[in-house]
């Protein structure tokens, strides 16, 4: 705030609206029936946490509340400060509040920065009352504040700002002769609105950054006074800044969304997102990583074949690199995503942890066990086992499963792919079994 009306402030810092009716964008909290604006009325608020990427206006929402309320509003930086800076302003509060009665508000900038130590320094005085807390975070709150300060919070969640509300704040800042770029007279084309939008992806700041950036490269005199598509092209100079975060919200987001796509057999998602995740700056190995572990839970035995094309994708990449090595992951992606599926395996592993759990260190049947030794011959180690190769079909009809565990079924292939083989060829051999059985029950009853 101290530096809206400063002469050399950048243009996004000058156009940061006063009051809620000159916000642009994030109308399910803004507009007359919504959250924000009945707080606004009532002349008091709770704890807040202001989720959004940047540039999507959680500082300016912050900014246009400590217009509004007749509070102590202080801003703090989670990356410039500390817990004895938060010592310092719960004492100057509690001065205030005793001597004035007055509501002291701490906006906090980029609180999942602060550790849950720090975090924990907030909690008694929020909890008092003493400070109403607004944090701003770019980060999903859920894993980067601490509980008992998110159960204390209202999360508000604000949305990338749409094309439409990028245009408004720009023809804004061209109008505006006080803080904006008015006095100037200056104009821009449709194409190159249009541009700026787009490159701006959401992003308030960045859109008003390249605004002020293509203004500086005409000429402060002549007639020369329109901003054009080649103009904002130079301005603008990158064409694939997207929001990502290697370690956040984004990055697994993105990663469900091409788990999920491979998952539901559209190799046209898949390519999207895998390709969202790559020129976003994501490591290649962490996808190869990702798409063996696909191949084994969402195809495993309906395409055997799945699992090598991943560890090859992989192998082809460490040969390769970047970009070369990209075009691997992109076969196997459409490879997964068109292959048949199944979850068989993924669902054997949960049912035998769960028995595990449920039973504990149970013994090996002693029909199972070597016995290398005289003693554990002696003891029944080995004693009754069937020699599978020595059996008519290969098949033996024994136990391989603890007692308490006799009869479970854990791999139940589906009918899909070449694990509709598997499916068929257990049956074979499951009615093979059942009828020697049956032969020799006949036989002892004779």
């Known amino acids: 705030m101290k530096n809206k009306y400063q002469h050399n402030a950048p243009l996004a810092e000058r156009m940061r609206p006063d009051s809620l009716d000159q916000f642009a964008g994030q109308k399910h909290l803004t507009d007359s029936n919504r959250l924000l604006s009945g707080l606004l009325e009532r002349g008091k608020i709770p704890s807040l946490l202001l989720w959004g990427p940047p540039g999507s206006g959680k500082t300016t929402l912050a900014t246009v509340l400590a217009n509004t309320l007749a509070a102590d509003f202080i801003f703090f930086s989670a990356v410039l400060s500390g817990v004895k800076d938060v010592r310092r302003i719960v004492a100057e509060a509690e001065t205030k509040h005793q001597s004035a009665k007055r509501q002291t508000i701490l906006f906090v900038d980029e609180i999942h920065r602060f550790n849950k130590g720090q975090q924990d320094a907030f909690l008694p005085h929020v909890e008092s009352g003493l400070l109403t807390l607004i944090g701003a975070t770019t980060e999903n709150p859920s894993f980067h504040v601490i509980a008992p300060l998110l159960s204390r919070c209202q999360v508000l969640v604000l949305q990338p700002l749409s094309r439409e509300d990028i245009k408004t704040i720009t023809q804004r800042a061209l109008a505006d002769r006080k803080q904006g770029l008015g006095a100037r007279k200056l104009s821009i084309t449709d194409t190159a609105l249009e541009l700026l939008a787009m490159l701006a992806d959401g992003d308030c700041r960045r859109a008003l ?204 292939p589906t009918n899909r792919g070449f694990e509709a083989v598997i499916r068929d060829r257990l049956v074979k051999w499951r009615k093979i079994l059942q009828e020697r059985a049956h032969t020799h029950a006949t036989q002892q009853q004779k």
């Open 209 to 412: 950054n390249c605004l002020e950036t293509a203004a500086s490269l005409l000429p402060e005199s002549g007639e020369l006074k329109e901003i054009s598509e080649s103009l904002i092209r130079e301005a603008g100079q990158q064409h694939h800044n997207l929001r990502y975060d290697n370690n956040g919200e984004e990055h697994y987001n993105i990663i469900s969304a091409l788990h999920k796509s491979m998952r539901d057999s559209d190799p046209d998602g898949a390519a999207y997102w895998l390709r969202r995740m790559l020129i976003s700056g994501e490591d290649p190995l962490y996808i190869a990583r990702r798409l063996i572990r696909f191949a084994s839970e969402d195809i495993g035995n309906a395409d055997p074949q799945s699992l090598q094309v991943a560890l090859n994708c992989r192998d082809a990449f460490h040969m390769l690199g970047s970009p070369e090595g990209e075009l691997a992951l992109l076969q196997a992606v459409t490879y997964l995503a068109t292959a048949p599926k199944s979850n068989a395996l993924y669902r054997t592993e949960q049912q035998i942890n769960k028995d595990i759990r449920a039973t504990g260190t149970l013994p090996v049947p002693l029909h199972l066990r070597n016995a290398p030794t005289g003693l554990m011959k002696k003891i029944g180690y080995g004693k009754g086992y069937k020699y599978a190769h020595e059996q008519q079909h290969g098949l033996v009809d024994q136990e391989h499963l603890p007692d308490e565990l006799s009869g479970r079924r854990y791999y139940e």
